[in-house]
């Protein structure tokens, strides 16, 4: 668990950013209705949780910049006999404000006194709204009855910007106690991958080897990052496929894009393996481009570079390879000007990753590409998705192949989070030698 003096050093940062007389307003998640009176497992607003660290329902933040003041006042729900019988006990106001660290607590029932007080004479509002929340009718109350009052001198809010393009900029250099808790995301996921890539063999069914994933992911206190796809032959050629239903066929390749959320942050891997644990080798060519290209795009992540840059040394290795394997009959020139390769590896080779498997933080910054600093974390993915056509020989049809790592950039070098799991064709066919003779 992170302590809370992390959380208080992330508002601190962000009241530096904050203009003079301006308040910011950020709602938790709502709970989201599966079906009738059901409700989907919870999961909180990143963005609030990168914050706070609280992770309930029916919460508001609110941090004041006025008068050279800086507060910081959450509002819960309050507890009530209700939903402790059904869904647990609420901690006290005054409990919540001394395990999260904030200046003051209170209910939601106090928010609009509160709201009145805060918002009379600020000029700048930074907010974070969910559709149709209680929190924000009663925000639209107070800055209605405020502009009642403006004839007498009042002043009303005059600026409003989203919230999220500031935090999201916060949430790209990861701190420490961030990065430990995706390393272990990254073990945890590569742990349950390894008994994956065991159990494999033909006559299984997708479905079988994802709930080997999940059940790793479960006994390790960790949930699903994102929907998992566990895809073979053809279905590997579609880049999100999540049906995860077809029986494993003798001489198939599976291709397994699927990580587990630990303490809200993800980790992602994929890993593509041949079903009878034997890489053909029409397989074994196309798989060792793309991990050439990957090894490459890995070498790329250092300080200084950019995600583009790394995104182009896959896809130069990638081009020539298709160009020698006679998938692309043009020269290698004409290949890269026309992005003829795009028919094969159509997809970028990697994204930010934290809090969210697909991390919102800018990839720009003032029209310029945003430079690798130390404590950044994302992905390096290329793939080869080659699907039937008569211009594109037999022995290459309904391959589908990507490898997929995490990586942290430090002042050393790369350092790849999710390296324990199986890359090499060695490695690979030895790990399933057992399961599958």
Sequence with gaps: MIENT????RRKRLFRLMKDNSIVLIESAPEKIRNNDSTYRYRQCSNFYYLTGYNKPSALLVLLKKNKKLITHFFTKKPNKHDEVWTGQLPTSAKTKNLY???KCSYLNDLEKYLMLYLENIKTIYHSWGDDTVSKSIFDSCLHKLSEKYRSGTEVPSEFFSLKKIVHKLRLIKDKSEINLIRTAGKISSLAHIEMIKKCKPGLTERELEAVLLYNFNINDASEAYTSIVASGKN???LHYIDNSSVLMNGDLLLTDAACEYKNYASDITRTIPVNGKFTEDQKLLYNLVLKAQQKAVTACVIGNTLQYVHMAAVKVICKGLIDLGLINESYKKAMDEELYKKFYMHNTGHWLGLDVHDP????E???LIKLEPGMIFTVEPGLYIRPHKSINKRFHNIGIRIEDDILITKNGPEVLTLKVPKSV?????LMSDNNG
């Design 426 to 430: 060695d490695e690979i066919e030895y």
């Design 101 to 103: 660290g904030f200046d």
């Design 6 to 9: 992390v959380y208080k050093k």
């Design 366 to 368: 003032n029209k310029e």
């Design 361 to 364: 933080s800018e990839y720009k």
């Design 236 to 238: 590997a050629c579609i």
